[in-house]
């Protein structure tokens, strides 16, 4: 069992590894996605006329589809840090399993 435990934690360890690497790259898109964000919002106020309030809703409605990408990219990263966690809680739970099991087999 103790030998099953310590294989489920392996396993557990190289996911949590991948995770930091797949947290990176959601970092990263969702910077490159804010970056899009921002300048289509940007060009498309700069290329409105009427008052400040008309173009700041044509700029916004002009750059919807890059604030979709940006939310998505938020989504995303939110449920990458969700699923770190949860695998540290099961690895924090599997190491306590390990060691009220060695500490059973002593007595």
Same mark, same amino acid.
């Given at each position: 069992? &103790? ?56 700029? %916004? ?11 998505? %990219? %938020? ?8 699923? &770190? ?23």
């Amino acid at each position: 069992m &103790i030998q099953e435990i310590q294989k489920q934690l392996a396993e557990l360890i190289q996911e949590n590894n991948k995770g930091s690497t797949a947290l990176f790259e959601a970092e990263k898109a969702l910077a490159e996605a804010e970056y899009e964000l921002d300048t289509a919002e940007s060009k498309a106020f700069i290329r409105s006329s009427g008052t400040v309030a008309d173009r700041q809703a044509l700029a %916004r409605l002009e750059s919807a589809d890059a604030r979709l990408q940006r939310d998505l %990219r %938020r989504a995303e990263l939110s449920r990458i840090k969700q699923k &770190i966690k949860s695998i540290e809680t099961a690895s924090m739970v599997l190491a306590t399993q390990a060691k009220l099991m060695n500490q059973e087999s002593r007595m």
